[in-house]
């Protein structure tokens, strides 16, 4: 059974970064993909960014590249988002998935991956 496992929120200011990240555990980790995903109240769940980790090729929703960047080391089974220049909007609750198969693409979306962590918070705030 996958178990990714989030950590890394925390509240920031506006202009900020923070360093999510996601370990993967209980599954051949290179043959997974990995996505990251966020919530805010009273808001649909919409994809970030996800990376296939064998090859680590990067998909990313349009208006988050180039703030938003997904990485992994596949020494620590753990992907991260890195994030820049958070802005208010960004609040929400940062959610990591996993998807078996070895299979990734772009414009995945909530019902393509399988396996789901609890989540970490993110608060941009002055």
């Known amino acids: 059974q996958i178990q990714p496992v989030e950590s890394g929120g925390d509240s920031v200011q506006p202009g900020g970064s923070l360093r999510l990240s996601c370990e993967i555990s209980g599954y051949a980790y290179r043959t997974i993909c990995v996505g990251w995903f966020r919530q805010a109240p009273g808001k649909e769940r919409e994809r970030v960014a996800n990376i296939w980790v064998d090859n680590g090729y990067t998909y990313y929703a349009g208006s988050l590249r180039g703030r938003f960047i997904i990485s992994r080391d596949m020494t620590k089974n753990t992907v991260y988002l890195q994030m820049n220049s958070l802005k208010r909007e960004d609040t929400a609750m940062y959610l990591c998935?996993?998807?078996?198969?070895?299979?990734?693409?772009?414009?995945?979306?909530?019902?393509?991956?399988?396996?789901w962590g609890q989540g970490t918070q993110v608060t941009v705030s002055s």
């Open positions: 998935a996993a998807r078996t198969g070895g299979v990734c693409w772009n414009t995945m979306g909530v019902t393509d991956f399988h396996y």
